[in-house]
């Protein structure tokens, strides 16, 4: 029996995006319509527009599997290398895709309702800033910041005699400048989470505007977890072989 949730062809693309929000990136796609109007079935949709049916419908399940592992893995056993690659793969090309993905439903949905809710201004600014931050925060990791955190692994694990002269030259603040830039990231989720009621949409409401706030939600999820494994798993990780390497070369 398969786990993949079945996508059925009589639905409406509007009732298959109200039933996952995931969807509604393969349909923008294709460029098809899930908000409101979107009501014929998703083979008529298929037919009309000649796509192929089977293909879609492999997408749709696709987006909306469940990519689960068997036991939750210990973080704390994966070296510093393996730490930064899956940050790396996973955090930062998760928001390489998603920005972007999220700024263009925010433009829409603002569009589609120009001044209907009190706090669009308020939402666009923290979300362009939250944007620009995380851009940029990706960059100084990838480039700068991780590079650093492999050098000290090496030279921990290599127990070289210039170990310690290494890490004095390279010596980075490492809790200041990646924690400054979390703290910042977390002060606009806060704020998002407020604005947004914990990213709830009105009773009422239109379709986009709830995929909208269930991306936010998702966003936040993410930087969550990805907070998490820098803060409380890699910096420590690499704070203690940084620090005993500096003892053992007094």
């Not at 294709?30 to 049916?53: N, Q």
Request: aromatic letters at 10%; charged letters at 25%; a negative charge.
């Amino acid at each position: 029996m398969s786990l993949t949730p079945t996508i059925d062809r009589n639905q409406t693309v509007y009732d298959i995006v109200n039933n996952d929000y995931r969807t509604a990136d393969v349909f923008s796609k294709y460029k098809i319509e899930y908000c409101c109007g979107a009501r014929f079935p998703l083979h008529i949709v298929c037919s009309m527009r000649g796509i192929d049916e089977t293909a879609l419908i492999n997408e749709l399940e696709e987006a909306v599997s469940e990519h689960s592992l068997c036991r939750k893995p210990d973080y704390s056993e994966w070296s510093v290398d393996f730490l930064t690659d899956y940050i790396i793969n996973i955090h930062h090309n998760y928001l390489r895709k998603s920005l972007p993905v999220v700024s263009e439903n925010l433009k829409q949905f603002d569009e589609e309702h120009p001044g209907r809710f009190h706090y669009m201004n308020d939402l666009k600014h923290l979300f362009h800033k939250l944007e620009k931050i995380l851009i940029s925060h990706i960059v100084e990791e990838e480039e700068i910041i991780f590079p650093y955190l492999r050098n000290i692994s090496h030279a921990y694990n290599s127990k070289d005699s210039y170990a310690g002269l290494l890490v004095r030259t390279l010596r980075k603040p490492l809790k200041q400048i990646i924690h400054q830039t979390h703290r910042e990231v977390f002060g606009i989720l806060d704020n998002l989470r407020g604005l947004t009621n914990r990213y709830t949409p009105p009773s009422q409401t239109c379709l986009s505007h709830k995929v909208f706030f269930y991306k936010l939600s998702e966003l936040d999820k993410d930087l969550n977890q990805h907070f998490f494994m820098e803060n409380k798993i890699l910096l420590p990780k690499v704070i203690s072989m940084e620090d005993e390497l500096l003892a053992s070369n007094k």
